[in-house]
């Protein structure tokens, strides 16, 4: 089940023993184990491994970027900027731990005495991570958690066993406790009793729909809170602008991040009637051109996206392309005539494949962008700063990106709504997901 096979060749190069249900079982005693260390330690002693954490991802930083692009085919320079986010991430929470957990001081008004809130660990966290970012997923959730004192029990992607087994190690060289992180190669039916398990308090997963809704089910039976970031089908809005060009180069880089395999790329681009075919020309032109040429993950990824490009042109959608489908190669692609009546625009298409929509105004744009069963990310690209606000206030996404692309940072939160999932990560909300919020009222 484990495996690393190259999507540039299709061979599998290394196989890695899938867990026993003993080995499952030795992973959560360790983690809840190691609680003892989450509840006794200082925040500055775990801020502190956290920076060193980061510091060996830097030092380890071309073996992580190698292992990515030998598991999933990102491009080489991608995979190292990916590993340099992973270093912003740990070190800001590093920075900003002790502030985020320190004591809140409430104002009492029911009688004397003063009251605080103070924030512990809940325990043991369950981590289920997905392949396309495989160094940086995972940063993303043990940072704020190993820095407040919970302890990690980390599932990844069956096809990035090699990145999972590096970053367990560094964790053990970065002077985490035998137990605050553990990786497990488990079987879905062997995660479905991890997340059952007593001592288990909550999970946090990065992946498809399905999977969200299989682990929310099997959390809300146990009555274990859950995170979930899924898909995302991100609008790109054009109303207006000085600068065409730079607003297509932005579109291009907005929709070829990471080969198109990211949950809050750019995929579905609206633009207003005047700008339209101005801005299809340039950017199917652009697009066409900027294509990295990496392939993606796998060849069924390949296989998925053809199959949603066909039923769009079966639909009636014109695809403009160039180049030939070849194994786990896809080359890049805009779809063009399409309205919310396509079954493809309700869709997220992951890979280097565009959606044009044309709005006749800013209220089409809105609509167009918000029929969609998805709430991720969104752009906006206007040159009016009231019309900027007004249009992010009405759009329905986690998180709006206003004449900008590429603007995420470890301070910002980072989640969405609708099917894309709930729960932020990233930024103090990050810290915030699995936190005993505790009340200690003092009367005399």
Not at 14 to 37: E, K, L, N
Not at 117 to 125: D, I
Not at 378 to 402: K, L, N
Request: glycine residues 8%; contains cysteine; hydrophobic residues 45%.
């Amino acid at each position: 089940m484990y495996a690393i096979t190259d999507p540039s060749t299709g061979k599998t190069t290394q196989t890695y023993p899938t867990a026993t249900d003993a080995d499952i079982a030795a992973a959560v005693d360790a983690a809840h184990a190691a609680t003892a260390w989450g509840r006794s330690s200082s925040v500055a002693e775990r801020a502190a491994l956290l920076r060193r954490l980061g510091e060996l991802h830097v030092q380890h930083r071309a073996e992580l970027a190698t292992n990515i692009v030998k598991e999933m085919g990102k491009p080489l320079d991608e995979a190292e900027g990916e590993i340099d986010f992973c270093v912003d991430i740990y070190h800001y929470y590093a920075d900003h731990a002790e502030e985020f957990l320190a004591d809140e001081e409430l104002t009492v008004t029911s009688g004397p005495g003063r009251a605080v809130v103070r924030r512990a660990p809940v325990g043991v966290l369950l981590g289920i991570m997905p392949w396309n970012f495989p160094a940086y997923q995972v940063a993303r959730f043990a940072a704020p958690n190993l820095a407040l004192g919970n302890t990690i029990v980390l599932k990844h992607a069956p096809q990035c066993p090699a990145t999972a087994a590096l970053l367990e190690r560094l964790c053990a060289e970065a002077g985490f406790p035998v137990g605050a992180y553990v990786n497990v190669y488990a079987t879905n039916e062997q995660i479905a009793q991890v997340i059952a398990d007593p001592r288990v308090q909550g999970v946090s997963l990065t992946g498809s729909e399905r999977a969200g809704a299989a682990v929310a089910e099997i959390a809300g039976r146990h009555l274990k809170k859950a995170v979930l970031e899924l898909g995302g089908s991100d609008p790109f809005i054009v109303l207006s602008t000085d600068d065409l060009d730079a607003v297509v180069e932005a579109a291009v880089a907005a929709r070829l991040d990471n080969t198109g395999q990211a949950c809050n790329a750019a995929k579905r681009f609206v633009v207003i009637s005047d700008l339209y075919d101005t801005f299809t020309e340039k950017f199917t032109a652009g697009l066409l051109a900027r294509q990295s040429g990496a392939p993606l993950s796998s060849v069924a990824a390949a296989d998925a996206l053809a199959r949603q490009v066909d039923a769009a042109v079966a639909e009636g959608a014109t695809l403009h392309t160039a180049g030939e489908r070849s194994g786990a190669y896809f080359p890049a692609g805009v779809l063009t005539g399409l309205t919310t009546d396509h079954a493809t625009a309700r869709q997220e298409l992951f890979g280097p494949v565009a959606m044009i929509f044309q709005a006749a105004d800013e209220e089409d744009a809105l609509r167009i962008a918000n029929d969609t069963p998805y709430g991720l990310g969104s752009y906006v690209f206007t040159t009016d700063p009231a019309q900027a606000t007004r249009v992010a206030d009405r759009i329905e996404a986690g998180m709006v990106f206003i004449n900008g692309v590429g603007a995420e940072g470890a301070e910002l939160p980072f989640g969405g709504i609708k099917r894309s999932g709930y729960g932020r990560e990233l930024g103090r909300p990050g810290i915030e997901e699995f936190v005993n919020k505790k009340l200690i009222r003092t009367v005399a």
